[in-house]
């Protein structure tokens, strides 16, 4: 995390704050190195570490916020407790539950502005951007993945079910 924080900031992104999500879930990870020992042990949380970052000034100009008072008390608490995903679309190996990009969108964006998802995957991301009324913008290296992205966003209703 910390090298994925310092490049970052290398390529010219400002950091602003983590939040940790806690899915509490270590079942991907059970190497743990040396048992019993302090030769080399492996740590390992049932946590994931979401950066913050930014260019250009982090103030942006106000414009009508559709997150709830509730939402935002609860969400600019940097520590977030919520189950991961437990049906992925597809198998995804990096699947995550549609609050996670919900909450994010909601919290970091207006109502009308783009989203853009890089690494869409099975298009959880778009799916949340087009959920609360922003313009999603999604790419991925794996046909299958633009191929599942294309499809869960054409099938709204049915992929928030």
């Given at each position: 995390y910390a090298q994925t924080i310092q490049a970052a900031r290398n390529a010219g992104w400002s950091y602003r704050t983590t939040?940790?999500?806690n899915e509490n879930n270590i079942s991907r990870s059970i190497a743990r190195g040396s048992v019993d020992s302090a030769s080399a042990p492996h740590i390992i949380a049932p946590v994931e570490m979401i950066a913050i970052l930014h260019k250009g000034g982090w103030k942006r100009d106000s414009a009508p916020s559709d997150i709830?008072?509730?939402?935002?008390?609860?969400?600019?608490?940097?520590l977030w407790t919520?189950?991961?995903?437990?049906?992925p679309?597809?198998?995804?190996?990096?699947?995550?539950p549609l609050e996670l990009p919900t909450r994010l969108i909601k919290l970091l964006s207006f109502s009308g502005d783009f989203v853009c998802d890089p690494f869409c995957g099975s298009g959880t991301t778009l799916l949340a951007a087009l959920s609360t009324g922003r313009i999603p913008v999604g790419f991925d290296i794996a046909p299958v993945y633009v191929s599942a992205s294309k499809y869960r966003v054409s099938n709204l209703p049915k992929a928030l079910s």
């Open positions: 939040v940790v999500w709830l008072h509730d939402e935002w008390l609860a969400w600019t608490n940097g919520f189950k991961g995903e437990g049906r679309f597809l198998d995804h190996p990096a699947a995550f």
